[in-house]
């Protein structure tokens, strides 16, 4: 896969286009690229960094890291990936420009896009101009129920398992490992403590099973209120690992939600609750 950043760093020829910001690269996402794949033409993949919504100074949770997002990008094979730099020039340019800037450039032939896609100045944009400027348009059905925002809206009520279902994997959490509290090590259960994006989504505090680095993780979001604390942490307990982390990047996947996290009448009672934790994670399932 050629990753580019300019159109003219791609081998010229006809391409079949799948456009969009894919965040998450959910299973809407990977419909649309598919398809470009099964054109028969040159596939590749226009997306935007950053996201547009940031750019335009609005709120934004994302799924994925950019970086992230380009691996599972690769992992549905098309030829080419085209990252466009989001700015607030490219959200001023009608859509026949945008066309003219980004789209001609690279042979694009055949444009795939979910039913509701919209470009350009004001989305002004959609599929049946891109049919009467001469493209030969194919709108993806979108899959039923999947949004990169019901996806959020998961997230957010700590609902790990429907977010899994709508990625067509667990849901993921990507930090750099740096020094926390150290308390957990002095409790038995030595934790990674994680500094993520700002942008990128945290799901719902609450104590969850899930894996890391091919082995399974008790992971708690929140507060840690036993010990009054008022700022979020991200910590994982890697089961039967005793490896140093610090300073790496770690990719925590989500298979279920445990529990709540709440106040312990005693460090000793707080203790045989993680115990327990930590054998609910040893027979968690991991979502298919």
């Not at 990674?192 to 969850?208: E, K, R």
């Not at 279920?256 to 040893?282: G, H, K, M």
């Amino acid at each position: 896969m050629i990753v580019s950043r300019d159109p003219s760093e791609l081998p010229a020829g006809e391409r079949a286009v799948a456009i969009g910001t894919f965040d998450g690269v959910h299973r809407g996402h990977r419909a649309v690229i598919e398809a470009a794949r099964a054109s028969g033409l040159r596939s590749a993949v226009v997306t935007f960094h950053p996201h547009p919504r940031e750019v335009l100074g609005y709120e934004v949770s994302l799924l994925s890291t950019f970086e992230r997002r380009l691996e599972l990008i690769e992992a549905l094979g098309p030829d080419d990936v085209l990252v466009v730099e989001f700015t607030l020039e490219l959200s001023r340019l009608a859509p026949e420009e945008f066309v003219r800037e980004v789209l001609a450039p690279i042979g694009t032939r055949i444009v795939l896009a979910g039913e509701d896609f919209r470009f350009g100045r004001g989305r002004s944009g959609d599929v049946t101009l891109l049919r009467s400027l001469g493209f030969d348009v194919r709108p993806v059905p979108l899959v039923g129920g999947v949004s990169s925002s019901r996806v959020r809206e998961a997230l957010r009520a700590g609902d790990v398992g429907s977010a899994a279902r709508m990625l067509g994997r667990p849901a993921e959490l990507e930090g750099l490992v740096v020094a926390g509290d150290q308390r957990g090590g002095t409790l038995g259960f030595p934790t990674a403590n994680l500094s993520v994006q700002p942008h990128l989504l945290v799901p719902a505090y609450g104590i969850y099973a899930g894996s890391a680095l091919g082995r399974r993780a008790a992971v708690s979001i929140g507060v840690n209120p036993h010990y009054g604390g008022r700022e979020r942490r991200i910590e994982a307990f890697l089961l039967d690992y005793d490896g140093d982390l610090y300073g790496r990047q770690l990719r925590l996947e989500l298979w279920e939600r445990l529990r709540d996290e709440r106040v312990f009448e005693s460090e000793a009672e707080l203790v045989v609750q993680i115990a327990r934790d930590v054998e609910r994670t040893r027979a968690a399932t991991r979502p298919a």
